[in-house]
């Protein structure tokens, strides 16, 4: 491997730590903020929770139901998040080392795929939990078809870089039993 794209390699899994340390944290401040309402259920612990800045993000006549479905989505997202990071840093720490079409990648591509899959159905999930907080007669029942499609798309990729590195590694196993 050259200087180049070791240096790659190691500035690629820099950034890679640096965000899923920020993923950490976001997990931990949606912990924090679950403790906290459910610590204090009043109404104002709830706005305070639920805001940012001086603006509001909450309607106040919504069900609790909602509110904690709606939280619980915004973790499992959160941890969607975590492994979609978590697997490419094992990924490219494995490519940096030089084991390229062997079976430990082939799994990280397949926990990131069921990492995507998972995060677009509870995205999915998001936007009818705030379709129904924003629901009223006048307003229709909007779904965002954009990011949906941007999802498939993206898992699709993915799909096909698993098929690369599964024939790569069937080529590499019929190589290596040629010699």
Do not use: W
């Amino acid at each position: 491997m050259t200087n180049k794209s070791n240096i790659i390699f190691k500035l690629l899994s820099i950034l890679i730590i640096l965000v899923e340390i920020g993923t950490i944290a976001a997990i931990g401040l949606l912990i924090k903020g679950g403790v906290l309402v459910t610590l204090h259920p009043d109404q104002n612990t709830i706005n305070y929770s639920m805001s940012l800045g001086h603006h509001s993000l909450l309607n106040s006549h919504v069900s609790p139901l909602i509110l904690i479905s709606t939280y619980f989505l915004a973790l499992f997202i959160s941890a969607s998040y975590y492994f979609i990071i978590d697997s490419p840093r094992r990924l490219v720490n494995n490519l940096r080392q030089g084991a390229y079409f062997v079976q430990a990648n082939l799994m990280q591509i397949k926990k990131v795929m069921i990492a995507v899959l998972c995060m677009m159905i509870f995205q999915f999930m998001t936007s009818i939990n705030y379709c129904l907080v924003q629901l009223n007669a006048t307003q229709e029942f909007d779904l965002p078809l954009s990011e949906i499609f941007t999802n498939i798309l993206i898992l699709v990729a993915i799909y096909v870089i698993y098929l690369i590195f599964n024939k790569g590694m069937a080529l590499q196993e019929d190589s290596d039993s040629m010699i």
